[in-house]
Nanobody, 124 residues
């Protein structure tokens, strides 16, 4: 089992920045590919970003490309999402997810473990 705990979500003004963290425990963090997803009110959960187990490859949704950066610190068992130039449409609950193996994964069905989520609210 892998336990994931997100933090860092809060209310921020449009144009601002936030850094989300996802702390992992339970298994060897560096063996797992990681992803960020988000779910806005009334909408389905959607892919945001993914990163390989080593951190050498990553992938982003078009809606966040150039504004968000995913990274990981395997020594600290922590995944990050740096979010810049935030927009009101970025308002959502943000989830981190883990799946065993290399590469990166965009489909939420590929992930086995999920955190509880952290709320990000961007005001106009």
């Amino acid at each position: 089992q892998v336990q994931l705990v997100e933090s860092g979500g809060r209310l921020v003004q449009a144009g601002g920045s936030l850094r989300l963290s996802c702390e992992a425990s339970g298994r060897t963090f560096s063996n797992y590919a990681m992803g960020w997803f988000r779910q806005a009110p009334g909408k389905e959960r959607e892919f945001v970003a993914a990163i390989s187990w080593s951190g050498d490859t990553s992938h982003y949704a078009d809606s966040v490309k150039g504004r968000f950066t995913v990274s990981r610190d395997n020594a600290e068992n922590t995944l990050y999402l740096q979010m810049n130039k935030l927009k009101p449409e970025d308002t959502a609950v943000y989830y981190c997810a883990a799946t065993y193996g290399s590469g990166w994964f965009q489909n939420e069905d590929d992930y086995d473990y999920w955190g509880q989520g952290t709320q990000v609210t961007v005001s106009p």
